[in-house]
């Protein structure tokens, strides 16, 4: 696998926004989109690039899935040095000192581990008339992906 994209949602907006990223990527070769519920902590290794798109669910806490996925991480403790990530988030800044949360734990744990966050970390806020797609496409664009994927 190249190019990995890990979606954790609660309403489904943070698989629409994976969907949208894998079509707009620019990236020639192979794109996977996967739910985190559905995605082995251990099929990390050979990813050449992972991109997250999280949202923050309850307390600025991490969506089920995302969760879970995390909870398989610290149970099988991958060597993720090496690996590039770039994340989405997704919040209301209605939440205060909540919003996108989500994303920033997902980063941590991952960075934890030994990966490098590469790019800006997006977080869109759903206070805004911005849809989270229209975002996405804008951000995924500043990404280095072909750079590092060659690299």
């Known amino acids: 696998m190249s ?5 954790g949602s609660e309403l489904g907006t ?4 994976a969907e949208h990223l894998a079509d707009r990527t620019g990236f020639d070769g192979a794109v996977s989109v996967y739910d985190m519920a559905e995605f082995d902590p251990r099929d990390l290794d050979g990813v050449e690039f992972l991109i997250v798109v999280c ?8 969506p089920t899935a995302a969760e879970a996925f995390f909870d398989r991480v610290e149970i099988v403790r991958p060597d993720l040095t090496g690996l590039r990530f770039a994340v989405f988030g997704l919040g209301d800044s209605v939440y205060g000192d ?7 734990l997902a980063a941590a744990k991952l960075a934890a581990r ?12 759903a206070s805004t008339e911005i849809k989270p797609r229209d975002l996405a496409g804008e951000w995924v664009r500043t990404l280095p992906i072909r750079t590092l994927i060659a690299t």
């Open 114 to 125: 030994g990966a490098t966050q590469v790019g800006e970390h997006a977080r869109h806020d």
């Open 55 to 62: 949202s923050t669910y309850g307390d600025g806490e991490l």
């Open 98 to 104: 909540t919003f996108n949360r989500g994303g920033e």
């Open 3 to 7: 190019l990995v994209i890990l979606f």
């Open 14 to 17: 943070s698989e629409a926004v």
